[in-house]
């Protein structure tokens, strides 16, 4: 499970979470905070190979009618009550909240870490535990104890050290015996160059620590909160560098509504938690609009998804909130931000701290509430009145029952199995598979006299066939793997410009990688004075011919190339150039140059001297990175390249890597229109290349290191020949 860190940027909170010497014992007693499973969600397309009249539907939490459940009725909760982690107790009788409140920096009595128990999970008791006199009296009847935070539960471990607290803001490490005394701490921070708000939790999928902490990027032109990761398995030493993983996109912005506002989306903080197979995360999304951007604003929760915790998926428009803010005038009509998951039966159970107003409104008044929701039921796959079918991808590893997570209260579903060729397994039909209705989270799957799955088979899929009915997930054994479909043919255009010819006044050249299709070439300003093929010996990098852009009296000097406005999750753009100026120039462009660079545009430019940019740089998802300081104004041709690997961007100059960042991740890159080469597509010569380019490649596959070494030095046509 994960912590809660503060909201405020003045708020003091800690975190607690599991700590592991070494990696968990494979016998161990699961942890009390340990929600992972065999259960397959249908939150994504991870599993899905075929849809048919079926749709995805998001299913926001329901919040309790009797909230706030906990207030900070007691006179050291300084008006505030910030929830923090909530786990079952250890004999699952009930359940325990770790919380904390805060007041402003001039009252001396800043704030404490707060514990409270409770039978139900809806009414909560502030035991007296006599542990920490309260500043104001001396006395120790309070619920105040020493850490606070985020709680996983560890049994496996040394007793005097199986909990682990992370400072808020400090980013100090702790140990506890109990989860209330502390027993060690670190010297120095373990995680640096965050901001002051960070969610951690014990992985059980990788045996691994891992931390969401706020960082400042640059989105869009504008700074932005966003969410920064690194992981540890040795949490007392210093953690890895944060990389980026999620950062605001266009859609985020959809609510400004004047062009050019300041106002922003930012990203507040990430709340995950592993559970089932997989990994997910309430984001907490912050809109200001005050009149620097920065400050006042609501937050609300979202639900973001992943397969291995780095890269996240968002949901699909028009992204419902998973916890809204109240209605005006409600107790948390301000803020809202989720804080921990519980299961409890049938239903989650997600505890919140809830504000009355906005972001950096004071004072600040906060209390904890509580909203639940069907088990699995962040997300359903829905078929109306027309029958609907789902079908999986192939799947290995399948055994025992099936179960399912449905509600079929006013229709039906049924389930058949296919074989590796794709035909219905002898009894496993629809017609052998009793009707499932009414509604169950956990139902078994009977056809005719089976009840267990097909054996005997290398692989197999599911097909779901429903009508008016929601799928939520399903169980088919703890082995379960995914093998992927065959994949189509990736984006592969390649021109050497070997073949090209002038035709009726236009260029006229071939795709060299065309089992995708081939991607035409549009020129635009192709007279003597603008685009034109060259054929100069000394102007060519590889083969007879290059392209020349000139561009000194002809606007639009570029060429677009069809069918690349899908990219996908990964790519690759190369080019051998040689500028004839050495000025800060466009090599490929799907950007409209109004305004700052969209997430659904991208550029990758150049400066050979590294002066407005360092040398290389990538404008990928509205976030500019950049490689490492070159200069490479020489006159000569050079390699110039650009790898996306699902939100990791590295950067190759002659064939040699000379810089690496992250732009997040997670979703494919997908653009309003084509790349251009040269310059963008509806204004002139800002950021015009002018001189003479060969070699232009664009791939939807990640080239490795030594791929790009061979194709600078062997010519993009020699080397694929050769693969």
Same mark, same amino acid.
């Given at each position: ?14 975190? $607690? ?17 340990? $929600? ?9 397309? +991870? ?217 922003? @989306? ?53 992204? @419902? ?19 921990? $998951? ?8 997600? +505890?919140?701290t809830g504000y009355d107003d906005t972001h950096d409104i004071l004072p600040m008044h906060s209390s904890i509430g509580l909203a639940t929701l069907r088990k699995d039921g962040f997300a359903s796959i829905d078929a109306g009145a027309s029958e609907g079918k789902l079908t999986t991808k192939r799947l290995t590893g399948t055994n025992g029952p099936l179960h399912v997570n449905y509600n079929a209260k006013n229709g039906w579903l049924r389930v058949e199995f296919l074989d590796e060729d794709g035909q219905v397994i002898p009894g496993y039909g629809e017609e052998d598979c009793n009707f499932l209705r009414g509604e169950s989270v956990d139902k078994k799957v009977i056809w005719s006299e089976k009840t267990e799955l097909p054996a005997d088979h290398a692989s197999l899929r599911l097909r779901f066939i429903m009508q008016n009915a929601s799928l939520y997930s399903f169980m088919a054994g703890d082995k379960l793997q995914v093998i992927e479909d065959p994949p189509q043919p990736i984006l592969a255009a390649l021109y050497t410009f070997e073949q090209a010819d002038v035709e009726d006044k236009k260029i006229i050249t071939t795709d060299h990688l065309s089992e995708d299709g081939i991607q035409s070439l549009t020129f635009y300003g192709t007279t003597s004075r603008g685009t034109k093929l060259n054929s100069e010996p000394e102007n060519t990098a ?5 392209? +020349?852009?000139?561009?000194?009296? @002809? ?148 080239? @490795? ?19």
């Amino acid at each position: 499970m994960s912590c809660y860190l503060s909201i405020s940027k003045t708020v003091g909170c800690v975190l $607690l979470t599991a700590f592991i010497w070494d990696s968990k014992p494979a016998t161990a007693a699961k942890s009390l905070s340990d $929600l992972t499973g065999p259960w397959q969600l249908f939150v994504d397309d +991870y599993l899905i190979s075929i849809k048919y009249k079926v749709a995805r539907k998001y299913h926001p939490f329901e919040k309790y009618a009797g909230n706030p459940i906990v207030m900070p009725d007691k006179p050291w909760e300084k008006n505030t009550a910030k929830c923090c982690m909530v786990l079952p107790n250890e004999e699952r009788t009930g359940f325990r909240m770790w919380y904390s409140c805060w007041a402003p920096k001039n009252d001396p009595d800043r704030g404490h870490a707060l514990y409270a128990i409770s039978k139900d999970g809806i009414t909560w008791e502030k035991p007296n535990l006599g542990l920490i006199p309260w500043k104001v009296n001396g006395s120790t009847e309070n619920n105040i104890i020493s850490v606070t935070g985020c709680v996983a539960h560890t049994p496996w471990n040394d007793l005097e050290s199986q909990y682990t607290t992370i400072a808020f803001g400090s980013y100090k490490v702790m140990s506890s015996p109990d989860g209330f005394k502390r027993e060690r701490i670190t010297k120095e921070s373990v995680i640096t160059g965050g901001g002051d708000v960070g969610r951690f939790h014990w992985d059980p999928h990788t045996n691994s620590y891992r931390g969401y902490v706020k960082v400042a990027r640059k989105v869009r032109g504008l700074r932005r909160r966003s969410v920064g990761f690194s992981k540890s398995t040795t949490p007392f030493e210093p953690w890895p560098k944060l990389r980026l993983v999620l950062a605001p996109d266009d859609y985020d912005d959809r609510w400004v509504k004047e062009e050019g506002s300041i106002h922003r @989306t930012h990203f507040y903080g990430l709340t995950p938690f592993s559970y089932e197979t997989m990994y997910f995360g309430f984001l907490w999304i912050f809109r200001a609009h005050d009149d620097e951007g920065y400050f006042f604003g609501p937050i609300f929760t979202e639900l973001v998804t992943s397969r291995d915790g780095i890269h996240w998926r968002r949901q699909d428009p028009p992204r @419902t909130p998973m916890i809204d803010i109240g209605a005006p005038g409600a107790w948390d009509d301000g803020m809202v931000a989720s804080a921990a $998951l519980v299961v409890d039966g049938d239903r989650f159970l997600a +505890y919140y701290t809830g504000y009355d107003d906005t972001h950096d409104i004071l004072p600040m008044h906060s209390s904890i509430g509580l909203a639940t929701l069907r088990k699995d039921g962040f997300a359903s796959i829905d078929a109306g009145a027309s029958e609907g079918k789902l079908t999986t991808k192939r799947l290995t590893g399948t055994n025992g029952p099936l179960h399912v997570n449905y509600n079929a209260k006013n229709g039906w579903l049924r389930v058949e199995f296919l074989d590796e060729d794709g035909q219905v397994i002898p009894g496993y039909g629809e017609e052998d598979c009793n009707f499932l209705r009414g509604e169950s989270v956990d139902k078994k799957v009977i056809w005719s006299e089976k009840t267990e799955l097909p054996a005997d088979h290398a692989s197999l899929r599911l097909r779901f066939i429903m009508q008016n009915a929601s799928l939520y997930s399903f169980m088919a054994g703890d082995k379960l793997q995914v093998i992927e479909d065959p994949p189509q043919p990736i984006l592969a255009a390649l021109y050497t410009f070997e073949q090209a010819d002038v035709e009726d006044k236009k260029i006229i050249t071939t795709d060299h990688l065309s089992e995708d299709g081939i991607q035409s070439l549009t020129f635009y300003g192709t007279t003597s004075r603008g685009t034109k093929l060259n054929s100069e010996p000394e102007n060519t990098a590889f083969g007879q011919n290059s392209v +020349y852009f000139y561009a000194a009296f @002809t606007p639009r000097c570029t060429i677009e190339i069809d069918g690349t406005s899908e990219l996908g999750k990964q790519f690759t753009l190369a080019v051998m150039a040689k500028s004839a100026d050495n000025r800060h120039a466009r090599l490929f462009s799907s950007y409209d140059d109004l305004g700052a660079c969209k997430t659904s545009e991208l550029v990758f430019d150049c400066d050979p001297t590294g002066t407005a940019v360092a040398g290389l740089r990538l404008i990928g998802q509205g976030i500019s990175v950049e490689s490492k300081p070159l200069n490479f104004a020489d006159g000569k041709y050079h390699h110039l390249a650009v790898v996306y690997d699902d939100g990791e961007v590295t950067f190759y100059l002659d064939g040699n890597a000379v810089g690496r960042d992250w732009v997040g991740g997670g979703a494919p890159v997908s653009m309003e229109r084509n790349l251009f080469v040269g310059e963008d597509a509806k204004h002139g010569n800002e950021q015009q290349f002018r001189g003479y380019m060969d070699d232009i490649l664009v791939l939807g596959r990640a080239l @490795t290191a030594d791929e790009i070494k061979v194709l600078s030095q062997k010519g993009a046509e020699a080397f694929f020949a050769g693969n």
